[in-house]
């Protein structure tokens, strides 16, 4: 697969993503800025590897991407880096038009300045991928599903900088010819995710003794997807996908937000018992619903299961494995507590 260029190769994902290419024998440039969000601990263990080469720089510094490409020339660039938390964007949307509206836009014309100076053989098998998410579609009744034709919608300042990215990825492809794939994701989980986001925020509440918030009624949908059949998609999607062709990837594993709090409080009843005997369960807590929260998402994976990609993980199994994790890495998450995030709430209106 020659080199591969991955910019957010710290964050969740892209570091889940980065370390399988890695032990692949794979060589992998990976530009991070290392915002709070990065996974440090595998970033340590990626800069033992000879055949990882890793850069902190932004995405927005067109020359530094420049450089890069020309020094290592990548055939394939996996675009990870992105602010990714609604709640956030919900309070201060600047670092979300930055890094997924102008940081997208630099790598285009970067990557398409590359692309151009490449003899015609490595021209052709050359790929910008570029990894989405599927609130770019907005929200969902409790029917249909979304797909590679759904009309963009986008309801939070978050997905509206990443529908715009995907916009201007797939103009890159119809004005200047290059060679991109867009792939639009479900919601993620597994281990090292930023304890902001809904399955580690509500593990570590329950390990902490702390009442498990549910925005509104508990009854929006998501579909979750194991972040391991994620990178397995994408992995395919780079071998296989049709350049200027759109992927949906999803786990088939539709969940409300209250069946999700109460699978997580039936594994912490079996692996980490409270001591006052009571179930995790009654610890849940109903609070003031998310501004703008989008009720359903819900994918299609047609497309995807077409080249052959299933899923390996049921959530039933992904999300056991995941309370196991996170119980077994205290000292990750503790550090985080201390250094970067307390678990308060984000996203109110008053902080605007």
């Known amino acids: 697969m020659g080199t591969i260029f991955v910019t957010g190769g710290a964050g969740f994902i892209g570091s889940t993503f980065t370390q399988r290419l890695i032990k692949r024998m794979i060589q992998v440039v990976n530009l991070d800025l290392l915002t ?56 201060n949307a600047s670092n979300f038009i930055n890094t997924n509206i102008l940081g997208t836009y630099q790598m285009l014309v970067s990557a398409t300045h590359f692309w151009n100076s490449l003899k015609p053989n490595l021209k ?5 991928i570029h990894i989405s998410t599927d609130e770019v579609f907005g929200s969902l009744s409790s029917e249909g599903k979304f797909s590679e ?15 715009a990215a995907d916009h201007l990825v797939r103009s890159w492809n119809h004005t200047y010819g290059l060679p991109i794939i867009i ?8 281990p090292y995710q930023f304890p902001e986001k809904l399955i580690p925020m509500l593990i570590l509440a329950g390990l902490e003794n702390k009442p498990l918030p549910i925005y509104g009624d508990g009854k929006n949908v998501r579909d979750w ?30 969940r409300t937000n209250m069946e999700v709090a109460h699978t997580i409080c039936e594994f912490l009843d079996l692996l980490a018992p409270r ?30 299961n077409e080249l052959g990609w299933q899923p390996k993980y049921s959530f039933e199994t992904g999300l056991y494995e995941t309370v196991q994790w996170y ?18 709430r984000l996203g109110m209106l008053e902080a605007i």
């Not at 119980?327 to 308060?344: C, T």
């Open 36 to 91: 709070y969000a990065s996974n440090k601990p595998v970033l340590a263990s990626l800069l033992k590897q000879d055949n990882h080469i890793f850069v902190k720089g932004s995405v927005c510094d067109s020359k530094l991407v420049e450089k890069l490409l020309l020094q290592y020339a990548p055939n394939t660039i996996v675009h990870f880096a992105a602010e990714s938390h609604v709640d956030r964007s919900i309070e």
């Open 183 to 190: 792939t639009n994701c479900s919601n993620n989980y597994g």
């Open 225 to 254: 997807l194991h972040v391991e059949d994620h990178c397995t998609a994408i992995e395919l999607v780079m071998r296989e996908g049709i350049p200027g062709h759109t992927y949906c990837i999803g786990g088939n594993a539709e």
């Open 149 to 163: 034709t759904s009309p963009y919608n986008p309801r939070s300042p978050y997905s509206a900088s990443k529908a």
């Open 327 to 344: 119980l077994k890495n205290q000292d990750w998450w503790s550090s985080i507590r201390l250094n970067e995030y307390s678990g308060e």
């Open 124 to 128: 052709k098998d050359f790929r910008f």
């Open 275 to 304: 001591i006052d005997d009571c179930l995790h369960s009654q610890s849940i807590k109903l609070i003031a619903d998310r501004p703008g929260h989008d009720f359903r998402y819900a994918i299609d994976t047609r497309k995807i």
